[in-house]
């Protein structure tokens, strides 16, 4: 469905004269990461007033998507399975949020070594596109400074007792960290093998 949908769309504007057949697998490509993105976000946020959780989701999801794009991490093959596993994950996460469960400083701790971690590995690279050296180091910059941004968030809403977006903001780098380091593996291994 989604090969059929993106290739409609670049022929609709192939047809308009917008777009030229040379650029086909490029536009095809984009429309499909677009494509993907617009359903799981539609995913969430279906799950979101469903559950009632919608703003825990968002708390979760807007530090969580704006580091993630420059820092990696482990990406699924396929688009389905992406979209199944990042749905639960944000579910799983909002639902987390939403209980009101104290952070306790043993989650601090654990946020605290994930904003090392992504520090120090940012930017895992996909097995399906490989950054070279200055697209590592142009991300790993932007990744950190995106990563000071929300940390300095954090502090600003510690401070003033919006702790529901403290509590995002740690569970996303938590959750960031380990895909970091599962995607490092995931390389390692296909590298190695």
């Not at 192939?14 to 650029?23: A, F, P, T, V």
């Not at 991490?73 to 996460?93: D, F, N, Q, R, Y």
């Not at 995002?168 to 995607?183: R, T």
Request: glycine content about 10%; some cysteine; overall charge positive.
């Amino acid at each position: 469905m989604w090969k059929k949908t993106t290739g409609w769309l670049f022929e609709v504007q192939n047809r308009n004269g917008i777009l030229e057949e040379k650029d086909r697998r490029l536009y095809e490509y984009a429309y499909g990461v677009l494509l993907g993105r617009v359903a799981i976000y539609l995913i969430i946020v279906i799950l979101g007033i469903v559950t009632g959780n919608w703003l825990e989701m968002l708390v979760f999801l807007l530090p969580f998507t704006v580091l993630r794009q420059y820092a990696g991490g482990i990406h699924l093959e396929k688009a389905g399975s992406c979209m199944v596993v990042s749905s639960i994950l944000v579910l799983l996460c909002g639902q987390y949020l939403a209980s009101g469960s104290a952070v306790m400083w043993q989650i601090r701790i654990i946020w605290l070594a994930a904003v090392g971690v992504i520090f120090v590995m940012a930017p895992v690279d996909a097995s399906s596109k490989k950054l070279d050296e200055k697209e590592k180091k142009v991300y790993g910059m932007r990744a950190r400074a995106i990563l000071i941004i929300e940390c300095a968030i954090a502090g600003v809403f510690s401070v003033t007792g919006y702790f529901l977006v403290v509590n995002g903001i740690m569970v996303a780098h938590i959750v960031l960290a380990s895909g970091l380091i599962l995607g490092w593996i995931k390389n390692f291994f296909l590298t190695n093998s």
